[in-house]
């Protein structure tokens, strides 16, 4: 069992930079494999960017160049930087976790632990 809790969302205008954190606790084996996956009002929770077990990285075509993700083994903590934001990118974020992601680590049919979700928005 893993628990997740993200941090670091926030209000920011279009250009700007956020990092968001997840903190993992519990059986470290449960998050070998992490994401971040977003969704906003009246839209599929789509992953943005993960990491897997062998420390590869991916990200969607939409997010690509902007955001970074990276994971600090030693705190068993998640991060996702983001710059040059846009309002598109406006959504609830979330960390998941999983022994392991056969399906990508885009695809959220892989994880079962989230977090509660930590919410996002820019401004024009």
């Known amino acids: 069992q893993v628990q997740l809790v993200e941090s670091g969302g926030g209000s920011v205008q279009a250009g700007g930079s956020l990092r968001l954190s997840c903190a993992a606790s519990?059986?470290?084996?449960?998050?070998?494999?992490m994401g971040w996956f977003r969704q906003a009002p009246g839209k599929e929770r789509e992953g943005v960017a993960g990491?897997?077990?062998?420390?590869?990285?991916s990200y969607s075509d939409s997010v690509k160049g902007r955001f970074t993700i990276s994971k600090d083994t030693a705190k068993n903590t998640l991060y996702l930087q983001m710059n040059s934001l846009k309002p598109e990118d406006t959504a609830m974020y979330y960390c998941a976790a999983s022994f392991s992601c056969p399906h990508g680590v885009l695809s959220r049919y892989n994880y079962h632990a989230w977090g509660q979700g930590t919410q996002v928005t820019v401004s024009s």
């Open positions: 990491i897997d077990t062998d420390a590869s990285t």
């Open positions: 519990g059986n470290p084996y449960s998050s070998r494999c």
